[in-house]
C-alpha cells in the first residue's frame, strides 16, 4: 500500500516515515535476498575475470536486484547491443538495476559513489566510470576514461540531469560528459531511454533532502510490487546533431516526447521536493 502524499513529502524533507513490524519483517526479507543474490553471483564473476570472459553475473545480479526491490520491469523498444551510448532520464537508484538488468550496460556515476559502503564496491564490479563533476580540469581525462569504457563494454549510460526528479518531470541534460561524442567514436549511436514507474513513481523518486540510506530502507520495506518500464527509443547517430548540446537537445526531445505520451499530460515544472 503506497505512503500519503503527507509521509512522502515528510520522508523527501529528511523525515523517514516510521516502520512498523512488517515493514521490518519486508526490510530483513529483501535484505537477505539481495545477499544471497551477491553471493551466488560473485563467485562465478570473479571466475570469469579470471578466465578473462565476459562476465554476465553484475547482469544478472542487477535485474535479480530490481525484482527483489519490488520491480517488475517491463522492456519495451529494441536496446542495441553494443556501440551505444544510453541517455536516460533519471528517477532512483532502482534506474540502474533495470537498465543494468536490461542490456547490460556499464555508467557513468559521481566519483563519491566510490567510497560509499558496499555499493561502490558493486559498482566498480559493473565496470563504473566515475567522475568528479566538479574537477573543470580533469575533464580531458574523464573523456579518456569514458572512451575507454565505450571500447571495452560496448555500452555506457549516462544520467544528464544530474539528479532524479520526481518521474513526471525533467531538468534541463548537462553535456560536460557528453563531450566524448566531439567527434562522435567510430560506429557509435546514441539511445534515449524513458524511465517510467507508472503510478508509483512518485513514491519511488528520490528526491528532496532524503538520503540515501532512509530511501533505500523506505523502498525495500515497502509493501507489495510496483511496474516499471524501459522504454529503448529509436537511436540516432550523433554526426546528424553536431556538438553534445545538439545531442542533448535531441535526446532530451526525444524521452519528454514519450513521457508525455505516457503520462498523458504535459510535464510539470520540479521544484525539487515533493508535490502536493
Not at 512522502?8 to 519483517?25: D, E, F, I, K, V
Not at 534515449?192 to 507508472?198: E, M, N
Amino acid at each position: 500500500m503506497p505512503i500519503s502524499p503527507e509521509a512522502r513529502a515528510a520522508a523527501a524533507a529528511g523525515n523517514p516515515p516510521p516502520l512498523g513490524w512488517l515493514g521490518w519483517w519486508r526490510l530483513c526479507v529483501r535484505s537477505a535476498l539481495l545477499a544471497l543474490a551477491l553471493l551466488i553471483a560473485i563467485p562465478p564473476h570473479y571466475l570469469w575475470r579470471i578466465l578473462h570472459i565476459s562476465s554476465p553475473w553484475p547482469r544478472f545480479f542487477l535485474a535479480a536486484a530490481a525484482r527483489i526491490c519490488g520491480a517488475r520491469v517491463k522492456v519495451k523498444g529494441a536496446a542495441l547491443k553494443r556501440d551505444v551510448f544510453y541517455i536516460s532520464n533519471h528517477v532512483s537508484w532502482i534506474d540502474i538495476l533495470a537498465i543494468a538488468g536490461a542490456s547490460g550496460t556499464a555508467f557513468v556515476a559521481k566519483a563519491e559513489i566510490r567510497d560509499a559502503p558496499v555499493v561502490g564496491w558493486l559498482a566498480t564490479l559493473n565496470r563504473t566510470v566515475f567522475v568528479e563533476r566538479e574537477d573543470r580540469l580533469g575533464v580531458a581525462e574523464q573523456i579518456n576514461r569514458l572512451r575507454d569504457a565505450l571500447a571495452e563494454t560496448w555500452s555506457v549510460t549516462v544520467f544528464p540531469e544530474g539528479t532524479t526528479t520526481d518521474g513526471r518531470s525533467l531538468f534541463p541534460f548537462k553535456t560536460p560528459m557528453l563531450k566524448v561524442l566531439e567527434p562522435p567514436p567510430p560506429g557509435i549511436l546514441v539511445q534515449p531511454v524513458l524511465l517510467d514507474y507508472g503510478a508509483a513513481s512518485e513514491e519511488i523518486s528520490w528526491i528532496g533532502v532524503e538520503s540515501g540510506k532512509d530511501n533505500a530502507v523506505r523502498l525495500l520495506a515497502r509493501a507489495g510490487t510496483f511496474r516499471m518500464t524501459v522504454t529503448f527509443l529509436e537511436p540516432f547517430h550523433p554526426r546528424d546533431f553536431p556538438g553534445r548540446k545538439a545531442i542533448a537537445a535531441e535526446s532530451r526531445r526525444r524521452i519528454e516526447e514519450a513521457l508525455v505520451r505516457t503520462i498523458g499530460h504535459p510535464l510539470r515544472p520540479f521544484t525539487g521536493h515533493a508535490q502536493p
